[in-house]
Structures are given as structure tokens and as C-alpha cells.
């Protein structure tokens, strides 16, 4: 590797992490000290980070770190938990998008005076949301599950068609042809074969991984199903990007099976969540060091004006319009996933790039591309900081969520004992296996012991202010071994052990139970 490359990627990695910690510190999304910190170290200020010494284009460094940050969130991503919301995350990552790049082209086109293509282009780029800056928030905000995952799948998927819209609008702009009727027709072959794809690499990979018990190695496995999926569907001028997507599902849920030990798959996340801190690092302080207030300053009044249009306006009827037959959100949880699915962030910064690459190559108008990149960059600051900060009051005013609860302290506890007792138990099969010595095991149990008794005694002090807290925990689990009895009837009944009589019988006596658990917890029925 050439010393200043070296030198450069170094530069990269430690700057990433000093930044990263500081926004920790201050509690802000990640990507504006990342943006700063490129700033700083960019031609405008320090001229330290040259991105140009890295030996490599900004679209080519786009199309590398895209496919991680994507891959990373599809193995993170748990399909069974959207089954129950399947038509809302539908809606949200494809009705939802294109009333996002719709309003915003239009907004552009007639209020900003931009060309109909760059109007486009924009709408596709800023349609993205950014999983970097929104989960941690979600994180931090005790609020029903149903409503974060709506948030937490739309950051996973939408980038999809964000993308799909982003390579149609770019091919148009660089001399592809123009109609209707070929864009819908390219905007269905780029979804569906590379969707395609990637469903059948994951299920090729999951296959292989099954059959030949593959426990170890997971880190190179997943590399290698990134590439293969990527690789086979540009080669058939699909969208690798969204291959990756699609197999990382199906990875992710490999790794999620009893077939993966637990230390295994927290040593896959752990690295994945390395590749991705790497690769989000290394776009925002390229793009960071690419800024020059010379080139922002002309668009600060532009890209503030379309930021506050998009929090204000195009996000909030995007999302009631694609939410709008989904009775089981309240009109307040929809203007909540509004408000906190607004920033922009990575994948936005990424599709920026590829136009300033295209335009170092003469294919794409060069003023055009700084005054897009200005636009997204500006954007992207205005929305990560408006709502890092409102999050919190957006969630207590329209939910009546409060951060660090008491019951989310209590779960919490409950979770760490739960995890401590599995560690317990295989602490006891590692001694019966010979695998530690007496002494080992002693000192390691009596050490759990002590941590585990602590555990319990802050419990129940909690349980005695909050005695709800273990009505609610008991109730969901007289509803689980409800619904295991009616799944060991349905057997019995499927093997003409009881009549159907006694089947509704019993059913009907389970669903009446229910129903009174139900109103016990203040529930719907």
C-alpha cells in the first residue's frame, strides 16, 4: 500500500472514532461530528485528509460503502417481527417514497427554479432515510414496539426504491431515454430481478451454510454472499445494491437460528457493526473534507428552505397518505414516525457522490452536481440536528413516552437476569464437559451469584413502587401458554383425538380467557 494512502486511511479511521465518541458524548447522531471533522481536516481548513490520495473515484467509493451500510442493516432485520405490519412497511418503502420524490421534485422544479432532472435526482437522493441517525433515538425513547418498527423497517428497506428511482432519474439525465412507459418498465425490472436475485443467493447460501453446518467463519460468509449477490445481479443490469439488501435477509435469519452458536453470532454483528461504522465514517469525512463554504454558501438559503418544506410539509403528508388505511396507528403515532423518520443521512450522502463522480468524468453537468451536493449536505445537517433534538419532546408530547423509564429500567434488569441465567447454564454444561477446572467454576459461579442476587433485589424495589410492571409481565405469559395449549389442541384435533366439538369447545374457552387477560392489561380485545 502506498505510504500516503496508508497515511490517508489511518487518518480516516482515527478521526472517525474521535468523532463518534464526541457525538456519543454530546447525545447527537453520529454524522454531524463526522461531517465536521472532515471539514476541518479538508482543503477549507487543515488540508490534512486529501480523498483524492486514496486512490479512488467518488462514485466507486459510493458503490463500495453502499452495499455494507445496506447489508448491515438487513442482517440486523428481523422479518417475523414485520409480518403483523406487513401492508403499512410496504406502503412506507414504496407509495411512500415516491410521494417523497415526487413533492420534492416539484417543490424544486416550481419553487427553487431547478432543472425538471436535478429536481429529480435530488427528490431521489434525499429520499432516504438514515438508519445511523434514527435508531439510536429509538433506543433511547420508551416507546410501543409496533410504532419503532415501522421506523426501524422503513430505515432498512426504503433505500431500495430509493435507489431504483436514483439510477432511473441518472440514466435519464445522462442520455437515457425519456418516457413513461420505459421508465415504469425499467423502474419493475430493476426491483423485481433484483429482488430475485437476491432471494435466490440467500437461499442458495442458506442452503450450503445448512448443509455443510457452517458455524464458524460467518464474517467471510456473509463478505461472500454480499458479492455474490451484488455481482450477479449487475450482470444482470439489476441493481446490486438491492440484491444485497434482499440476501442479507436471509442471512441474517440464518444467523439468527439455533444452527449459529450465540458467541458466533455476536462476533458476526459485532464485525458487521465495525465494516458499517467504517464505511459511514468514511462518507461523511470524504464528503466532510470535499466541503468549501465558498460552494455551500450560495445554496445555505436553498437547502434550508427545502429541509423545512420536507419536515414541515412533504414528509408529514407522505406518511398520513401511505398510512392512511391503517387504522391501528393514532392519527399522533403517525405524526410521531413522521417527525423521527425525517433525517436524512448516509445513503443520501452516498447517491451525492456518484453525481460528483460522474461529473469529474464529463457525463453529468458539473454545476448541477456541486449545487446537488450542496443541497443534500445542507439538508442533511438541517434534518439529523432539528430532530436529534425534538425527538425526545416529540415523543412525550405525542405519545406520552418519557426517556429511561422506570419500566424500561425494570425490563432492562429483567432482560440482563434472563441473559445471566442462560450464561449460568452453560457455565454448568462447560463443567459437566470438563471444559473448566473445579476452581474456575466455582469462582465464576459465586461471582454470577452475586451479581444475579443484586439483579433481583433492584427488581422487586421496583416491583413494590410499580407492581403493574409484573401484572403486565404476567399476563403476557399466561397469553403465551395460552396460545401453546391452543396450538397443542389444534394438533390433537388434526389427529382425531377429540371431535370437533370439544376442539371449538376448548378454543372458544381459550379466546374468552384471553379476552379477559385482554381487559385486565386495558387492552382491546
Known sequence: MNSSVFIQVVLVILAGILAARIGRRLGMPEVIPLMLAGYLLGSDMFNLLRPAE?????????????????????????????????????????????????????????????????????????????????????????????????????????????????????????????????????????????????????????????????????????????????????????????????????????????????????????????????????????????????????????????????????????????????????????????????????MSAALSTILLGKAAQGIFNSAEADAIFSITMIVIAITVVITGLTARRAAKKLLGAVEDSEEDKYRALKTELKAMYIANIKLHEDKKMGLISNSLFEEIELKHHEIMTKIEKEIVKIVKKHPEFEDRERAQKAKELLAIQADAVEEAYDRREISEKSYLELLDKYNQLLSRISELEGETP
Request: net charge positive.
Open 54 to 346: 486514496l486512490g479512488i473515484g467518488l462514485d466507486a467509493l459510493a458503490l463500495i460503502v453502499v452495499p455494507v451500510v445496506l447489508f448491515y442493516d438487513g442482517i440486523k432485520t428481523d422479518p417475523k417481527t414485520l409480518v403483523g405490519n406487513w401492508k403499512t412497511i410496504l406502503s412506507i418503502n414504496t407509495v411512500a417514497v415516491l410521494i417523497t420524490v415526487t413533492g420534492i421534485a416539484l417543490f424544486c422544479f416550481f419553487f427553487l427554479k431547478l432543472s425538471l432532472v436535478s429536481s429529480f435526482l435530488l427528490g431521489a437522493i434525499l429520499s432516504s432515510t438514515d438508519p445511523a441517525a434514527i435508531i439510536p433515538m429509538l433506543r433511547k425513547l420508551n416507546i410501543r414496539k409496533k410504532t419503532s418498527s415501522i421506523l426501524e423497517a422503513e430505515t432498512a428497506f426504503n433505500d431500495a426504491t430509493a435507489i431504483a428511482l436514483f439510477i432511473i432519474a441518472l440514466d435519464v439525465a445522462t442520455g437515457g431515454q425519456f418516457s413513461i412507459q420505459f421508465l415504469t418498465k425499467e423502474f419493475i425490472f430493476l426491483i423485481v430481478v433484483s429482488v430475485l436475485v437476491g432471494v435466490i443467493i440467500g437461499l442458495l447460501a442458506n442452503g450450503v451454510m445448512e448443509r455443510f453446518k457452517v458455524e464458524h467463519e460467518l464474517v467471510l460468509a456473509s463478505i461472500v454472499v454480499l458479492i455474490c449477490a451484488f455481482l450477479v445481479s449487475e450482470y444482470l443490469q439489476a441493481s446490486g445494491i438491492i440484491a444485497s439488501v434482499v440476501a442479507a435477509l436471509f442471512f441474517g435469519s440464518y444467523l439468527r437460528s439455533k444452527k449459529v452458536d450465540s458467541m458466533q453470532r455476536t462476533y458476526t454483528l459485532d464485525a458487521w457493526e465495525d465494516l458499517n461504522f467504517v464505511a459511514t465514517a468514511l462518507v461523511f469525512l470524504v464528503l466532510g473534507a470535499k466541503m468549501q463554504a465558498q460552494t455551500l454558501l450560495p445554496y445555505l438559503w436553498v437547502g434550508t428552505v427545502i429541509a423545512l418544506a420536507f419536515l414541515l410539509l412533504i414528509r408529514p403528508v407522505t406518511i398520513l397518505l401511505s398510512m392512511f388505511f391503517d387504522k391501528s396507528f393514532r392519527m399522533k403515532e403517525k405524526l410521531f414516525i413522521s417527525w423521527v423518520g425525517s433525517p436524512r443521512g448516509t
